[in-house]
Each structure stands twice: as structure tokens, then as C-alpha cells.
């Protein structure tokens, strides 16, 4: 049973494109968190949200609590962009999604 | 800022060996975590502290021990590891504030390999 859902797994786009990454969780929670894992495997915080949008530089995060779903938008994507893409939903405690792999061409 | 610290990065182990995975943060942060990461499968939870003195079990804790030595460091060590752990492990930390949501910080990971 998995508490959250991502889709797509992989996806490719060329450089420039309008980027969406989708995120479904079945638990309560507290918050929804989007991680960055880059190539070489650090891992890093980009957005925490509990309502509503969030935005920073080209990202974009949105969520809705009644349809338990969030979204991640990348605009303008560039190959730096190119990394595996988490969801995480803090009910009782963190679930994780298996992540989405963006690569991006020039 | 050096944030969370964890050592060693790479690590090569044969079956029934012993190690002790270090981790350190920096930020005064209540709970700490340890994480392991399979290929198509999510972050699990192996371990965390709430808070300095207590450890708690997560969603894979066999063959695993903990340590939250201070309010900075806990570790993680494999007493006699197996195949089965081979994996990459990351430690994480948050504020951690009843009632209050924070962004979990990560170190940079160690790809444990068990021969």
C-alpha cells in the first residue's frame, strides 16, 4: 500500500518546456514537502505547504487538501533542472513517494 | 553552514562485518532521522529521535541500532550486516516542534555496499 502516488515516474523534455509533476497521498497530513535528489544523491528541501501555491524562481508548487493531490510546476526548464523529484506527505509520520525522474535536453 | 554531516560516504562491508554510520547537524534541530533509499522504493524509515535521550522504531528496523548521542549527533550501526542492507542511507533532521511543520535537511548520503 502506498500512501503517496507520483506520476509521471520518468520524463523527458526538451529545454524550455512547461514541466508538471504530479503527487496523490491517501493519509492525512500536516504537510506536503517537494524534495530534489540530484545525480550524486544529496537530497534537498524545495518546497513545504500545507495550502495553497508556493513559488520560487521557475517552481511552482500547488496543492489541494479536499482532493488530497499537489502539483509541481517547472517553467522555462533547463538541463540543470535534470534531477529526481520527491514528494513527501507528514501524516503521523513521513511517507515518500519513488520519485520522478526529469531529464531535461538542451 | 555545514548542516547535516554524515560520514563515511562510501562504504564496502562482507557479510557479518560491523560499522557505525556518523551523522551531525548543525542547526540545534529536536528530531533526527536515518533513511534508507532502494531503487523503486521511497525513502523508509529505519530509525528516528524526537528529541536528545529518546529513539524510537521506524518501518524497517531489523538489524539496525541507533544512537542519539547528543542533541547533534546520532548514529546508526549495523552489527552484523547483511546483503539484505545494502543500500544508500541518508540521515536527515527538522525542528521539530510539536504543532508545527518543518522542512526535513538531509545529508549527502552513504552507498553501503554488503558483500
Known amino acids: 500500500k502506498n500512501e503517496v502516488e507520483q506520476s509521471p515516474q520518468n520524463l523527458t523534455a526538451q529545454e524550455g518546456e512547461f514541466i508538471t509533476i504530479n503527487c496523490s497521498y491517501s493519509?492525512?497530513?500536516?504537510?506536503l514537502h517537494w524534495l530534489q535528489q540530484h545525480p550524486g544523491g544529496g537530497i534537498v528541501s524545495l518546497f513545504m505547504?500545507?495550502?495553497g501555491k508556493k513559488k520560487h524562481g521557475r517552481l511552482i508548487a500547488t496543492i489541494n487538501i479536499q482532493e488530497k493531490h499537489s502539483s509541481l510546476h517547472i517553467t522555462a526548464s533547463h538541463p540543470r533542472d535534470s534531477a529526481v523529484y520527491i514528494c513527501?506527505?507528514?501524516?503521523?509520520?513521513?511517507?515518500f513517494g519513488t520519485g520522478t525522474s526529469l531529464t531535461v535536453i538542451p | 553552514n555545514a548542516g547535516v554531516t554524515q560520514t563515511p560516504k562510501f562504504q564496502v562491508l562482507k557479510t557479518g562485518q560491523s560499522m557505525t554510520l556518523q551523522c551531525a547537524q548543525d542547526?540545534?534541530?529536536?528530531?533526527m532521522y536515518w533513511y534508507r533509499q532502494d531503487p523503486g522504493m521511497g525513502l523508509r524509515l529505519i530509525y528516528y529521535?524526537?528529541?536528545?535521550?529518546?529513539?524510537d522504531k521506524g518501518e524497517v528496523p531489523n538489524g539496525y541500532n541507533v544512537s542519539r548521542l547528543n542533541k547533534r549527533e546520532f548514529s546508526l550501526r549495523l552489527e552484523s550486516a547483511a546483503p539484505s542492507q545494502t543500500s544508500v542511507y541518508f540521515c536527515?533532521?527538522?525542528?521539530?516542534?510539536?504543532?508545527?511543520?518543518?522542512?526535513?535537511?538531509f545529508g549527502n548520503g552513504t552507498r553501503l555496499t554488503v558483500t
Open positions: 513527501a506527505v507528514r501524516g503521523n509520520q513521513f511517507y
Open positions: 493519509v492525512g497530513i500536516s504537510a
Open positions: 536527515a533532521s527538522r525542528w521539530g516542534v510539536p504543532m508545527a511543520d518543518s522542512p526535513l535537511h
Open positions: 542547526m540545534n534541530h529536536n528530531s
Open positions: 529521535s524526537a528529541s536528545e535521550g529518546t529513539t
Open positions: 505547504l500545507s495550502s
